[in-house]
């Protein structure tokens, strides 16, 4: 298919429908909801449902009443909106049911702006609602990327049944580019008659089914916590995803940059290198599961004397690279939040302050 | 080789429109583009203002300070931008808004009265096309057929309205070859 312009939002619309999600719920907020906008044109074309909710707290259940009839389902918000909807992530990911939740994420804490930030790492790699739970969380750092990324979402939240988060910004979500959209992936659910609640009649397994969040036997609650963190330990192994940028040189820094901000640090890495100067990047693609082992290899490498996390933030993805990088290196942090994005130039005086 | 191009003026303009069918346009010449809007809280009428990036390599930083052009479609956007712009940028000057000229002179001033064009093409709305085209004439970024085509394809939901938007492109393009003329 030829390239085409679009707004990420609207781009991530466009992969859901691809990815074969007939169920869209969602409660309109800026910086997203243009995704909305297109989905409701768009899903009756394809047989599907878009319903506004009431409220995001509403919008989280209706999530989980599709995710556990085996239904692909998606909502997106932004910012204080996953905060409402939290408590029924915690739900679905307790129930093990298969859902995609987009934020396109805003600066906080509170109401906050509407400019782009990412200051919900924590939230989204961390927990947000209550209990023993993960989201597997992606960070695309443009429109073709967050395409990608949805439509990989639907997969992944089918075969790890649970919560899959894209974790954007509020600039991925409005701003055009080039994208191409990858095959359609209107695959079945394979894992759907074990567990869903899809009704006898449409199954072939004749199994009564129950999608519940509620073990009041501790042993029943300790056997569904272990079998979380099972796929949280095999997600580690199999879903990491990251991309090194500069890193066949003699680096002398490191930086750990995700989505919107990797972009501007790319640029400040290019400039640099005009200058004789050699910087590599990783870029954690998954933000949970987190590149540990890359970003130690990378942080080690004998020509790098330090590593540096670069955030729309106060400071949050740079605690996991601590914890990665395990004392080997000195690691700093630069981080902007308010809406204002650094610009390359400011990022090239921060590097040249480490050097 | 990298160009960044900064259209401005007020909401109800047609700014974002332009700017995106000038990055359409690019991208179907084969440029990696990017079309990044400023968008905050806003009132109708408002002002509104948006960055489109040509590039013949994958674009890095989508936050652009120093712009190589600037469309400035009404007079605070020419105030509030025109020191930003890379010297040998040019600076497109709505006229027909806009009193005044910049004080610049390591840029290029392409200065069109693009309201009253339009208003003779048949409608003051058409002006965003005939800066559009007018701008992509003087600075040749992008081929002046392929960009016309983007423009019909855009209106293709509007017939009625494409011969009034054919007309304004050509209005815009013939003016700034005039200017071109009368520089050289």
């Known amino acids: 298919m030829a390239k085409v312009l679009m707004k990420g939002n609207e781009a991530i619309g466009e992969a859901a429908i691809r990815a074969g999600c007939k169920n869209y719920f969602a409660y309109p907020i800026t910086p997203q909801s243009e995704v909305a906008e297109y989905l409701v044109k768009r899903l009756p074309e394809e047989g599907g449902v878009f319903l506004q909710g009431e409220s995001e707290v509403a919008v989280g259940y209706m999530i989980f009443g599709a995710a556990g009839a085996g239904e692909r389902v998606m909502t997106t918000s932004s910012s204080p909106g996953i905060s409402l909807m939290s408590e029924a992530i915690s739900y679905i990911a307790a129930a093990q049911c298969p859902a995609v939740f987009v934020n396109i994420v805003r600066g906080g804490p509170g109401l906050g702006g509407i400019l782009p930030s990412q200051g919900d790492y924590f939230q989204a790699t961390k927990g947000g609602g209550h209990g023993d739970y993960h989201l597997l969380v992606m960070a695309p750092d443009g429109v073709q990327e967050a395409v990608e990324m949805t439509m990989q979402a639907f997969t992944l939240a089918e075969k790890y049944r649970g919560p899959v988060m894209i974790m954007g910004d509020g600039l991925i979500g409005q701003m055009m580019e080039p994208v191409e959209f990858p095959d359609d992936l209107k695959t079945e659910p394979t894992n759907k008659d074990d567990w869903a609640t899809s009704g006898m009649d449409f199954r072939k397994s004749k199994k009564r089914n129950l999608v519940k969040s509620l073990f009041l036997d501790p042993t029943a ?3 569904n916590n272990l079998a979380l963190k099972a796929k949280y330990e095999q997600m580690k192994k199999e879903e990491v995803q990251f991309e090194l940028y ?22 400040a890495i290019d400039m640099l290198k005009e200058e004789g100067i050699e910087v590599a990047m990783l870029r954690p693609k998954t933000l949970f599961p987190f590149p540990e082992k890359a970003v130690f290899e990378a942080a080690c490498k004998d020509s790098c004397k330090a590593v540096i996390s ?8 740079v605690e996991d690279v601590e914890r990665c990088v395990k004392g080997r290196r000195p690691v700093e942090f630069y981080g902007e939040c308010g809406g204002d994005i650094p610009s390359p130039e400011k990022i090239i005086d921060i590097i040249k302050g480490l050097l | 080789m990298q160009t960044e191009i900064k259209f401005a003026g007020f909401g109800g303009q047609g700014i974002l429109l332009s700017a995106k069918l000038l990055a359409y346009a690019a991208m179907k010449q084969g440029s990696f583009v990017a079309w990044i809007p400023s968008y905050g809280p806003e009132m109708r009428g408002g002002t509104a203002y948006c960055t489109v990036v040509i590039s013949d390599r994958l674009i890095g930083s989508p936050i652009i300070k120093n712009p190589t052009h600037l469309v400035a479609m009404n007079l605070p956007s020419l105030e509030k931008f025109e020191n930003d712009v890379k010297p040998g940028g040019i600076i497109f000057i709505n006229s027909s808004l806009i009193p005044v000229t910049s004080k610049r002179t390591d ?39 392929l960009l016309k085509a983007c423009v019909k394809e855009e209106f293709a939901a509007k017939a009625k309205i494409i011969p009034l938007n054919m007309d304004a492109f050509d209005r815009g393009v013939e003016i700034a070859r005039a200017d071109q003329a009368q520089t050289a």
Do not use: H, W
Request: charged letters at 20%; aromatic letters at 4%; proline letters at 1%.
């Open chain 1, 246 to 267: 500069n890193g066949d040189t003699d680096y002398q820094i490191l930086i750990t940059s995700y989505g919107t901000m990797s972009r501007v640090c790319r640029t």
């Open chain 2, 107 to 145: 840029v290029t001033q392409l200065v069109v009265p693009v309201n009253d064009i339009a208003i003779k093409a048949g409608s003051v709305r058409a002006a965003n096309i005939v800066a559009l085209s007018a701008f992509a004439a003087k600075s040749e970024l992008v081929d002046l057929d």
């Open chain 1, 221 to 223: 609650l300790n056997d």
């Open chain 1, 310 to 317: 670069i955030e729309m933030s106060m400071g949050q993805m």
